[in-house]
C-alpha cells in the first residue's frame, strides 16, 4: 500500500474537531481546564495562510484561537505541532496554494527546525521580509524573532 502524501493527510479530518475531557490532574493544572480540542489540520493550514507578510504568529495564538472558536477551554498541544507541521510539509508538495508557513512560530518567537528547509530556510524568509533575530543557547543555538509581540497578527480580523 503506497503511503500518503502530506496533502492526503492534510485533507483527512476523520472525526475532527472533537472535544474531549481530560482528566489527569497535572494537564488539568497545566492547560487551565478539562475540555481539550483536537482541531483538524486543514483548520491549521487555513489560520497559517492568513498571516500576511511582514506579520507572523506562534503556536500559542492559533492554538486560543481554535479553542475559543470550538468553545475548549484548551487546544491539544501534541496535535497542534503535529498538524502546524504537516500543514508546512503538505505545502512544500503543492505548486500553488502555497501558504507561508515560515510566519508561524514555536512559543516566544522560536524559530521551528522541523520546518522543511529548517532554521536556515525560515530565517531567509522571515529575514527577507523585514525580521530580525536573537538567539539563546551556545551548543544548541536557538533563534528567535526580535520584538516578535510587536508583530503578531491578530487571527480575530
Same mark, same amino acid.
Given at each position: 500500500?503506497?503511503?500518503?502524501?502530506?496533502?492526503?493527510?492534510?485533507?483527512?479530518?476523520?472525526?475532527?474537531?472533537?472535544i474531549v475531557e481530560v482528566t489527569d490532574e497535572k494537564s488539568v493544572?497545566?492547560? @487551565?481546564?478539562?475540555?481539550?480540542?483536537?482541531?483538524?489540520?486543514?483548520?491549521?493550514?487555513?489560520?497559517?495562510?492568513?498571516?500576511?507578510?511582514?506579520?507572523?504568529?506562534?503556536?500559542?495564538?492559533?492554538?486560543?484561537?481554535?479553542?475559543?472558536?470550538? @468553545?475548549?477551554?484548551?487546544?491539544?498541544?501534541?496535535?497542534?505541532?503535529?498538524?502546524?507541521?504537516?500543514?508546512?510539509?503538505?505545502?512544500?508538495?503543492?505548486?500553488?496554494?502555497?501558504?507561508?508557513?515560515?510566519?508561524?512560530?514555536?512559543?516566544?518567537?522560536?524559530?521551528?527546525?522541523?520546518?522543511?528547509?529548517?532554521?536556515?530556510?525560515?530565517?531567509?524568509?522571515?529575514?527577507?521580509?523585514?525580521?530580525?533575530?536573537k538567539t539563546k543557547g551556545r551548543k544548541n543555538i536557538r533563534y528567535?524573532?526580535?520584538?516578535?509581540?510587536?508583530?503578531l497578527y491578530d487571527l480575530t480580523i
Open positions: 500500500m503506497a503511503r500518503k502524501s502530506f496533502n492526503e493527510k492534510l485533507q483527512d479530518s476523520k472525526d475532527m474537531p472533537k493544572k497545566r492547560y @487551565g481546564g478539562t475540555q481539550m480540542l483536537i482541531a483538524p489540520p486543514l483548520e491549521y493550514n487555513e489560520l497559517m495562510s492568513k498571516v500576511p507578510k511582514g506579520k507572523i504568529i506562534t503556536i500559542k495564538e492559533i492554538r486560543e484561537f481554535l479553542a475559543k472558536k470550538h @468553545g475548549a477551554e484548551f487546544t491539544c498541544p501534541m496535535t497542534a505541532g503535529i498538524f502546524i507541521s504537516l500543514s508546512a510539509r503538505a505545502s512544500c508538495e503543492r505548486l500553488d496554494d502555497r501558504i507561508p508557513f515560515w510566519r508561524t512560530l514555536k512559543a516566544d518567537g522560536e524559530l521551528n527546525p522541523k520546518y522543511p528547509g529548517g532554521i536556515e530556510y525560515q530565517k531567509e524568509k522571515l529575514s527577507s521580509e523585514g525580521h530580525t533575530f528567535f524573532v526580535e520584538d516578535y509581540e510587536d508583530k
